[in-house]
T-cell receptor, first 115, second 112 residues
Framework: GAVVSQHPSWVICKSGTSVKIECRSL??????MFWYRQFPKQSLMLMAT?????????EQGVEKDKFLINHASLTLSTLTVTSAHPEDSSFYIC???????????FGNGTRLTVT | GDSVTQMEGPVTLSEEAFLTINCTYT??????LFWYVQYPGEGLQLLLK?????DKGSNKGFEATYRKETTSFHLEKGSVQVSDSAVYFC???????????FGQGTRLTINP
């Protein structure tokens, strides 16, 4: 089945630094990738939707200058958390779609801890 | 707008008990409906899906039927196992919106 690889699975960084998270579709071309954020014991909150080669569409309330999303190829999207602060600590999950009616495929998530 | 409502958790059951997790939705048109499972520290895995009214999705002993008249997609399993302990998310996908809308998740714990 379709596989989405997310890296790293966990990262600890100091306040003020930037962190990049990668999301790759391994056996299909992902025309659309989605980035979610999940707080402890809560549901997934969609942050943004990105289509290959175009700017990401951010959900209301998500700072696009803080959460930079790049979808440079049909198999790779990156989320960069810039100038991270402790309140950015969370579980970030990506998903990818090949544009058809197939369900979205999810990565295993990245746990970010900002100290 | 589109929304999904799941029963409040956490849910705690004994092994071999019958499970029902309720899910209702609000959406325009004819969305596809999904159940996802999240094990501790992991991402989401698709458990089952249904794409049109009266469809029944099933996998690993879990079942859910797409009921348009009641706008529901309740998850059921006849005999749960300890390994079923996880968080379960109901979700809908409407082709026009091109994004999944999740319910709040239901944490399930199965005791031996």
């Amino acid at each position: 089945g379709a596989v989405v690889s997310q890296h790293p699975s966990w990262v600890i960084c100091k306040s003020g630094t930037s962190v990049k998270i990668e999301c790759r579709s391994l056996d299909f071309q992902a025309t659309t990738m989605f980035w979610y954020r999940q707080f402890p014991k809560q549901s997934l909150m969609l942050m943004a939707t990105s289509n290959e080669g175009s700017k990401a569409t951010y959900e209301q309330g998500v700072e696009k200058d803080k959460f930079l999303i790049n979808h440079a190829s049909l198999t790779l999207s990156t989320l960069t958390v810039t100038s991270a602060h402790p309140e950015d600590s969370s579980f970030y999950i990506c998903s990818a779609s090949d544009g058809g009616n197939s369900p979205l495929h999810f990565g295993n998530g990245t746990r970010l801890t900002v100290t | 707008g589109d929304s999904v409502t799941q029963m409040e958790g956490p849910v705690t059951l004994s092994e071999e008990a019958f499970l029902t997790i309720n899910c209702t939705y609000t959406a325009t048109g004819y969305p596809s409906l999904f159940w996802y499972v999240q094990y501790p520290g992991e991402g989401l895995q698709l458990l089952l899906k249904a794409t049109k009214a009266d469809d029944k999705g099933s996998n690993k002993g879990f079942e859910a039927t797409y009921r348009k008249e009641t706008t529901s997609f309740h998850l059921e399993k006849g005999s749960v196992q300890v390994s079923d302990s996880a968080v379960y998310f109901c979700a809908l996908f409407r082709q026009g919106a091109q994004k999944l809308v999740f319910g709040q998740g239901t944490r399930l714990t199965i005791n031996p």
